[in-house]
């Protein structure tokens, strides 16, 4: 059975870091692309950054790309999301998904933010 866990959110100030993990169970993890996204109340969801283990590319939004940086190591099942300088604006509950990469791209998976049940990692950033 399919399962995600995300942890590592918490509460920084601006400017701070977080990485935020995404751990994987349940499936052959090598052969999905994985994807973090968000969503702040009273907001869209967005596709934050999506990574393809398989051609290695990845994808970024613009309101996140040089300060967010995705990685994952595919033998721990674990996907990364290292946050730097972060902004108000990042405050948000950050959720992790996957899709088989012979169904999608990394900006096509990003682009169209999947629901999710889960609880998520919250990440506040505020003085």
């Known amino acids: 059975q399919l399962r995600l866990v995300e942890s590592g959110g918490d509460l920084v100030q601006p400017g701070g870091s977080l990485r935020l993990s995404c751990a994987a169970s349940?499936?052959?993890?090598?052969?999905?692309?994985v994807g973090w996204f968000r969503q702040a109340p009273g907001q869209e969801r967005e596709g934050i950054s999506c990574?393809?283990?398989?051609?290695?590319?990845?994808y970024y939004a613009d309101s996140v790309k040089g300060r967010f940086t995705i990685s994952r190591d595919n033998a721990k099942h674990t996907v990364y999301l290292q946050m730097n300088n972060l902004k108000p604006e990042d405050t948000a509950v950050y959720y992790c998904a996957v899709q088989y990469f012979g169904l999608t791209s990394v900006q096509d998976m990003c682009l169209n933010p999947p629901l999710s049940r889960r609880q998520g990692t919250q990440v506040t950033v505020s003085q």
């Open positions: 349940g499936f052959t993890f090598d052969y999905y692309i």
């Open positions: 990574i393809n283990s398989i051609n290695g590319s990845t």
